[in-house]
């Protein structure tokens, strides 16, 4: 039964993303131009919904949704820049990757391929060169 509302959900979402435009490259592009608002728009309405969940969550089930100072993980800054330009150069997150093959957007492969190629290359890099804790934010 999890499986199947998890799948409904995943579909669900696909849809909220497909209908918002997230899986325009030209709206996305135009996003981070600033040339397109809508996209923005649907960004803040999203923060703003999801910073109200955090509040009730935090106010029905007390010390569920901790909103305490932690610590930044130090590859939290080059991994935005890095995750931001790919998104901005290839229209797509992993998230809209899979909701634009799903649309039948077939060029996506190539960014979720991307994706994994990439984060198959920071598990060496990382091993190698940085040696930083393997943990989230939230285990510091």
């Known amino acids: ?15 909220v993303m497909s209908r918002t435009g997230f899986t325009s490259w030209d709206l996305v592009h135009g996003m981070f131009a600033f040339t397109q608002f809508q996209l923005l728009l649907v960004f803040m309405l999203s923060v703003g919904v999801l ?11 007390p010390g569920r949704g901790s909103f305490g100072p932690r610590a930044i993980h130090p590859g939290t800054i080059i991994g935005g820049v890095l995750f931001g330009a790919g998104w901005a150069l290839s229209g797509g997150c992993p998230t809209i990757s899979l909701a634009q093959i799903g649309e039948g ?12 190629i990439g984060n198959w290359i920071y598990s060496r890099v990382h091993e190698r060169y940085f ?3 393997a943990t989230s934010c939230l285990d510091q």
């Open 1 to 15: 039964m999890k499986s199947a509302l998890t799948v409904a959900v995943g579909i669900a979402f696909g849809f």
């Open 131 to 133: 040696k930083w804790p």
């Open 51 to 61: 910073a109200a969940g955090w509040i009730a969550v935090d106010r029905l089930i």
């Open 105 to 116: 957007q077939l060029a996506a492969i190539y960014t979720l391929g991307g994706i994994l």
